[in-house]
Every structure is written in structure tokens, then in C-alpha cells.
């Protein structure tokens, strides 16, 4: 069916309020992944599901970041307390074996 | 820690012509795959070309081929006969090993081709 999609395509919020991010994966792909993309730089790894194993948190910037996987399908980001500091594009990416799919990503504006 | 270096940050070429973008890389893995991605202004990720490491033979794909010097560390990318849709952010990446699945990420290079 259609790739990757990721909602909403832009999202501009106030400092200190809490975003959400969702990322749907194509139907079937095992691994989700998410990405940071700030401007001008390269991406920057965030989380990573596979099945249903525990999560691989490593990237995660700091414990405002967090995210969660749906029965094993739509993958939400939650960023609390927004900071200036965390804009930027985030791109979700799912993959079945090696071949990894990427969404459009969500531009995140923190003002 | 595995890194990837991407010294060009923009680069243009005349369209129909051939253009190289380079990319270094460090890792201490021994199987570990090599990719190049394109992002046009859409945002949208795009695989260009990939590349296994165990693999001596250099991955192609239609206009599109690298150079893997794997002693070197160094995997570039030839675009031949540039197109305008060719215009986009290439970013040369990589994966293996215990971080096998997760990509590192270089700069990126601004391509820009022109009519």
C-alpha cells in the first residue's frame, strides 16, 4: 500500500507546551525508527522498535523524549516541555530486513 | 563509535554532466553495509544505492555508482549524466554490527544541478 506517512506535516508550538508525533509504518514492517534532522545538520538517531522487543531508547536526547509503539504498528513521539533547542524535522522510518522506508517527517517549530 | 564524514557541504554540476561526492567513514566492524540517500526539498528520505561491505564489486544502479575502497574507508558517490531532478541533499550513511539497524548519518552535500 502507501509508504510511510507522518502527522502532522508541520507543527509549530510554544516553548514549555508538549507535542506529539505520529508516524504510521508500512503495513507488515517489523522495525520502526526515529530520526532527528536539525537545520543544517545530518540525522541523528532517536529510538528504535523491532517486534516486540524492548526498545532501544539510546538516542533519546533527554527523558523529555519518549516514545511508544501500538500494537506493534502506529509509533507516537511525545516531546514534554518543549524546548527552542528541539526544533527540527523528526522522520520516522520503517524497514523489513535491510531495506528501510523514510516518511516526508514533521517539522517541529518551537517558538 | 561509527561516524561518517561528508566533506563537501554543496557541490554543483551542469546537467549531462558527471559529479562525485565523497564520504569517509570509521568503524570497527567488520560487516557493516554502506548506503547513499537523497533528500529533495519534499523532505522525503530516498535510497540511492547501497552497499555491503563483505562485497568487493562496486554497487550500481543505473546512473548512479559508488566507489567502495574499503582499506581506505572511503565509499563515494558518481552521478553520471546529472539530471535536474538530481537536485537534492545526499547523505552518506552507515550500519552494522551491534549497532546493525541504526543508521549514522553524515553531513550531508547540497547537490545542485543546473540547465
Known amino acids: 500500500g502507501a509508504g510511510v506517512s507522518q502527522s502532522p506535516s508541520n507543527k509549530v508550538t510554544e516553548k514549555g507546551k508538549d507535542v506529539e508525533l505520529r508516524c504510521d509504518p508500512i503495513?507488515?514492517?517489523?522495525?520502526l525508527y526515529w530520526y532527528r534532522q536539525s537545520l543544517g545538520q545530518g540525522l541523528e538517531f532517536l529510538i528504535y522498535f523491532q517486534g516486540n522487543s524492548a526498545p532501544d531508547k539510546s538516542g533519546l536526547p533527554s527523558d523529555r523524549f519518549s516514545a511508544e509503539r501500538t500494537g506493534g504498528s502506529v509509533s507516537t513521539l511525545t516531546i514534554q516541555r518543549t524546548q527552542q533547542e528541539d526544533s527540527a524535522v523528526y522522520l520516522c522510518?520503517?524497514?523489513?530486513?535491510?531495506?528501510?522506508?523514510f516518511g516526508p517527517g514533521t517539522r517541529l517549530t518551537v517558538l | 563509535a561509527q561516524t561518517v564524514t561528508q566533506s563537501q557541504p554543496e557541490m554543483s554540476v551542469q546537467e549531462a554532466e558527471t559529479v562525485t561526492l565523497s564520504c569517509t567513514y570509521d568503524t570497527s566492524e567488520n560487516n557493516y553495509y554502506l548506503f547513499w540517500y537523497k533528500q529533495p526539498p519534499s523532505r522525503q528520505m530516498i535510497l540511492v544505492i547501497r552497499?555491503?561491505?563483505?562485497?568487493?564489486q562496486n554497487a550500481t544502479e543505473n546512473r548512479f555508482s559508488v566507489n567502495f575502497q574499503k582499506a581506505a574507508k572511503s565509499f563515494s558517490l558518481k552521478i553520471s549524466d546529472s539530471q535536474l531532478g538530481d537536485t537534492a541533499m545526499y547523505f552518506c550513511a552507515l550500519t552494522g554490527g551491534t549497532s546493525y539497524g541504526k543508521l549514522t548519518f553524515g553531513q550531508g552535500t547540497i547537490l545542485t544541478v543546473h540547465p
Open positions: 522510518a520503517s524497514s523489513y530486513r535491510d531495506h528501510k522506508f
Open positions: 503495513s507488515g514492517h517489523t522495525a
Open positions: 552497499q555491503e561491505a563483505y562485497k568487493q
